[in-house]
């Protein structure tokens, strides 16, 4: 019966591997770029206090419209430049299946990895050009692509999940005005960075900028995400967003967190502070090569299998991500954490690279 089930599945996705995000609690966890401080007490409590003023009976607000006005200030756009989202997973889908679908989406590996799998199941072919050995973009070459005929959706991560470098302005300019199709620049780390191209969207409507409240603003759980775009690309997203696709405590959440702009700084900055720290200690530990990092997060190669490494600190109760692979040949990615958390990570890796070595030489 299960063979007979899958055969209804298409075709085209049945070798598709899911996306795997593992679960251990208890464990310091270091794996998927999340805030690592809880929301401060004055934000709690004013959410909880406009809850008061909620009914959870009726659907939310189609169109999010108070938390786009609040976006629409914070990024220096107009509201309908705007569009809300059930995290940036939906709207990447979604901007592929208005956009992509049939034709070709242009990725940057190494990168995020949903990008092409969001592109397959939109129907769009994936294609890919490399990054450089320092993970640049080889923008000659992507440019080519950007040009080709069929070419519908190119998409660059900036600060690039999973090596943590940024996307020249320049670059950003020369792919939104020579692409044949839209161009999605992912910035859901760029508050790390402090830099941002939404203002570019005004000059060129095949900009798609991409942004979340999950990373900076420690939102997570909740699943907020949004984009900055010409109206007319939002009124092509239209076609296939769900109707009530970003629920009303999300979207009150958001728009809260938004007044608190200056204490949100304040925690961003004390991540900053704490990568470089941890980049800085991280170059000590001998059999670690640390690859320098705009976001939250620090991508690092071992001299031993990313697997071995990666096993030694979930023994020790420390989860990171293992993101070898082509171009990331013995690769791991650590999220900055609290100092405490950070520690306990670095105190694991070294005796795990030492405990590595040790047995190889003997």
């Given at each position: 019966?299960?063979?007979?089930?899958?055969?209804?599945?298409?075709?085209?996705?049945?070798?598709?591997?899911?996306?795997?995000?593992?679960?251990?609690?208890g464990y310091i966890k270091l794996d998927a770029n999340e805030n690592p401080y809880d929301f401060a007490p004055e934000v709690l409590a004013a959410v909880v206090r406009r809850l008061s003023g909620q009914t959870?009976?009726?659907?939310?607000?189609?169109?999010?419209?108070?938390?786009?006005?609040?976006?629409?200030?914070?990024?220096?756009?107009?509201?309908?430049?705007?569009?809300?989202?059930?995290?940036?997973?939906?709207?990447?889908?979604?901007?592929?299946?208005?956009?992509?679908?049939?034709?070709?989406?242009?990725?940057?590996?190494?990168?995020?990895?949903?990008?092409?799998?969001?592109?397959?199941?939109?129907?769009?072919?994936?294609?890919?050009?490399?990054?450089?050995?320092?993970?640049?973009?080889?923008?000659?070459?992507?440019?080519?692509?950007?040009?080709?005929?069929?070419?519908?959706?190119?998409?660059?991560?900036?600060?690039?999940?999973?090596?943590?470098?940024?996307?020249?302005?320049?670059?950003?300019?020369?792919?939104?005005?020579?692409?044949?199709?839209?161009?999605?620049?992912?910035?859901?780390?760029?508050?790390?960075?402090?830099?941002?191209?939404?203002?570019?969207?005004?000059?060129?409507?095949?900009?798609?900028?991409?942004?979340?409240?999950?990373?900076?603003?420690?939102?997570?759980?909740?699943?907020?995400?949004?984009?900055?775009?010409?109206?007319?690309?939002?009124?092509?997203?239209?076609?296939?967003?769900?109707?009530?696709?970003?629920?009303?405590?999300?979207?009150?959440?958001?728009?809260?967190?938004?007044?608190?702009?200056?204490?949100?700084?304040?925690?961003?900055?004390?991540?900053?502070?704490?990568?470089?720290?941890?980049?800085?200690?991280?170059?000590?530990?001998?059999?670690?090569?640390?690859?320098?990092?705009?976001?939250?997060?620090?991508?690092?190669?071992?001299?031993?299998?990313?697997?071995?490494?990666?096993?030694?600190?979930?023994?020790?109760?420390?989860?990171?991500?293992?993101?070898?692979?082509?171009?990331?040949?013995?690769?791991?990615?650590?999220?900055?954490?609290?100092?405490?958390?950070?520690?306990?990570?670095?105190?694991?890796?070294?005796?795990?690279?030492?405990?590595?070595?040790?047995?190889?030489?003997?």
């Amino acid at each position: 019966m299960t063979e007979e089930l899958l055969s209804l599945l298409r075709p085209d996705l049945r070798d598709l591997v899911p996306y795997a995000v593992p679960h251990y609690p208890g464990y310091i966890k270091l794996d998927a770029n999340e805030n690592p401080y809880d929301f401060a007490p004055e934000v709690l409590a004013a959410v909880v206090r406009r809850l008061s003023g909620q009914t959870f009976t009726r659907y939310p607000d189609p169109e999010a419209t108070e938390l786009r006005r609040r976006i629409a200030a914070y990024t220096g756009m107009a509201p309908e430049n705007i569009l809300a989202g059930n995290g940036s997973d939906e709207l990447i889908l979604n901007l592929f299946l208005s956009f992509g679908g049939g034709g070709r989406v242009v990725i940057t590996p190494p990168t995020f990895s949903m990008y092409a799998i969001h592109g397959r199941i939109a129907g769009a072919t994936v294609a890919a050009v490399a990054r450089r050995e320092d993970f640049s973009l080889d923008l000659a070459a992507l440019l080519r692509e950007a040009r080709a005929p069929g070419t519908r959706v190119v998409v660059v991560c900036s600060p690039n999940n999973p090596t943590g470098n940024t996307v020249p302005r320049e670059a950003v300019e020369a792919l939104a005005a020579e692409a044949a199709g839209l161009v999605l620049l992912d910035e859901a780390y760029g508050e790390f960075a402090g830099e941002s191209c939404c203002d570019l969207v005004r000059r060129y409507p095949r900009l798609v900028v991409l942004r979340t409240f999950s990373k900076a603003f420690g939102l997570a759980g909740l699943r907020v995400g949004y984009l900055v775009a010409d109206p007319a690309v939002i009124a092509g997203l239209l076609k296939v967003k769900q109707p009530f696709n970003l629920n009303s405590f999300s979207q009150l959440a958001a728009a809260t967190v938004l007044e608190y702009q200056p204490l949100f700084r304040q925690r961003m900055e004390e991540i900053i502070a704490n990568r470089e720290e941890l980049y800085r200690r991280m170059k000590q530990i001998r059999g670690v090569e640390v690859f320098p990092s705009r976001a939250n997060f620090i991508l690092f190669r071992t001299s031993l299998p990313a697997a071995k490494v990666y096993a030694g600190l979930l023994a020790r109760r420390v989860l990171i991500r293992n993101v070898a692979g082509p171009g990331l040949e013995r690769c791991l990615r650590v999220t900055v954490g609290t100092p405490a958390e950070n520690e306990a990570f670095l105190q694991a890796l070294a005796a795990v690279v030492a405990e590595g070595e040790g047995s190889s030489s003997g």
